[in-house]
């Protein structure tokens, strides 16, 4: 279980900041935590896809997709905020991230 | 890792045979087919299922041509996937040969762009029309070995073919959404389908990873049907005052599915949800028994409620958190359920010949369970 950092979080919320404003075409500046990645970016399913895949590699994680999507279900994410923190929890537990719900 | 279940791939062959009415194709129709495999892959459609289609196979070494409609942004989509692959290239998603071969993916809106496809697949609108035209359009000018299939959730390949529209190769292959996410594929053969067009299918979808149920046209669209049981039950218990639509979501949330049945019809959209079940209960003898679903669909069709797409279906969009009271009867109306949906799952089962270890996985993969119905 990886323990998340300051630095980490800082990391994280960079690559999604930029990826929302290279992929979506829009100022970085005019992205923040409450931004609404569809409403806000029309953003979809598969840009979140992708950056699951760029976590993967970049901290070499062991997760399935089909993990995410069922924790995705009970846990939807809206803004740019909540896909951080779930990246966060993604990079944390890994394939464990369905034992959160049981833990709460 | 495998995808595939341990006991799926031996009980394949079984599958095949008990639910198997394959014709074999004419030699001289068979020459033009693909000696090596399915490697030029079409996929008509930019919808949830096309793109979702889309993106799932180009993991896999295939040469992908997708076809957008003609309402489609095909700059931004072709913008966008170049994006995609640079970006992914530069973070080590994928190689310089993945990264080569990717650059020759053609997206377009001219179905002639699919000449040589050794098979399409559309996933285009639900609807007979639409989609006979399409297949009536590509036959022409499409290499004849090609194999056609068609993503239709609820309409039998022999509806959408003619007898002069290459029918030993014509096939229904009913992926589900989110497409990277079920590990699942309905393959629907018609009673023309040829031997060599199974095969080629069977070895695709093993080379993409997907786990696959073999049915016939009777069978087909199982899970769907399966499902329908369930989605019936919920709207009698509803309509004699049991619960409400949320109470009775929340219920089936807490119990059986990580999913409510008012809300997946207004995800999938009431309309779609309206001529999907006409399709289904086409053939059945107690059509009547569907009836307080569908004229509650009718309803909200002709309000111009069609579900999340339009704000409004079963429940309001964008969903405000409401809490609900339990009703007093949660426990006894989870069980009816439940026993409901087991003995569909049985009389399904029994009734297509599906092996067990096979209905169990594709059941699990569909609901999104832990456990299949055949575990203890």
């Known amino acids: 279980m990886a323990k998340i950092t300051e630095s980490t979080r800082k990391e994280v919320k960079e690559i999604v900041y930029n990826f929302f404003a290279e992929e979506c075409e829009v100022d970085k500046s005019r992205i923040n935590d409450n931004t609404s990645i569809i409403k806000d970016l029309d953003g979809d399913s598969l840009m979140f896809l992708e950056l699951i895949e760029i976590f993967k590699k970049k901290y070499n994680l062991d997760i399935e997709l089909k993990v995410i999507g069922k924790y995705a279900v009970k846990h939807p994410v809206a803004t740019i905020g909540q896909l951080i923190d779930m990246q966060l929890l993604i990079i944390e537990h890994e394939n464990r991230l369905l034992e959160l719900d049981i833990k709460s | 890792m495998s995808r595939f279940p341990a006991s799926s791939i031996q009980h394949r062959e079984r599958s095949e045979l008990s639910s198997g009415i394959a014709s074999e194709a004419s030699p001289d129709r068979e020459r033009s087919e693909p000696s090596s495999g399915i490697q ?8 949830k299922m096309g793109s979702g289609i889309f993106n799932y196979l180009l993991d896999f070494d295939l040469e992908l041509t997708w076809i957008c409609s003609k309402e489609a942004d095909i700059g931004k989509i072709q913008k966008q996937f170049g994006k995609r692959i640079n970006r992914s290239l530069e973070v080590g998603i994928i190689d310089e040969n993945k990264y080569r071969s990717l650059q020759k993916t053609i ?4 179905i002639s762009d699919l000449y ?7 996933a285009i609108p639900e609807d007979i029309g639409l989609k006979r035209s399409l297949f009536e359009q590509l036959h022409p000018v499409i290499n004849p070995g090609c194999i056609f299939a068609s993503n239709s959730s609820s309409i039998n390949p022999s509806i959408l073919s003619t007898p002069d529209l290459r029918q030993d190769k014509f096939i229904g292959l009913h992926f589900f959404y989110p497409v990277a996410l079920k590990n699942i594929v309905e393959f629907t053969v018609t009673a023309q389908t040829s031997s060599t067009t199974r095969s080629l299918i069977h070895s695709f979808l093993d080379k993409i990873q997907r786990f696959y149920l073999t049915l016939n046209e009777r069978n087909s669209f199982i899970l769907n049907k399966l499902f329908l049981d369930v989605q019936l039950e919920a709207i009698l218990i509803v309509n004699e005052g049991h619960c409400s639509y949320q109470q009775m979501d929340e219920i089936i949330k807490k119990h059986m599915f990580p999913f409510g049945v008012f809300d997946f019809m207004d995800s999938v959209g009431i309309d779609t949800m309206l001529v999907s079940i006409g399709n289904y209960i086409t053939g059945y003898p107690n059509k009547s028994y569907y009836e307080p679903l569908v004229s509650k669909l009718q309803e909200l069709v002709r309000e111009g409620k069609l579900g999340m797409k ?3 279906g079963f429940y309001k969009y964008p969903l405000e958190p409401t809490p609900t009271n339990e009703p007093l009867e949660t426990a006894g109306i989870a069980e009816h359920l439940y026993q409901s949906w087991y003995s569909a799952v049985k009389r399904f089962t029994a009734q297509s010949h599906i092996p067990i270890g096979d209905m169990n996985f594709a059941v699990k993969e569909y609901f999104g369970l ?5 575990e203890s």
Do not use: A, V, Y
Request: net charge negative; aromatic share 4%.
């Open chain 2, 40 to 47: 030029k892959t079409g996929i008509i459609g930019e919808g």
């Open chain 2, 107 to 110: 997206i377009s809106r001219e």
């Open chain 2, 310 to 312: 339009t704000g409004e």
């Open chain 2, 370 to 374: 832990e456990k299949g119905p055949f």
């Open chain 2, 116 to 122: 040589q496809c050794d098979l399409i697949i559309e």
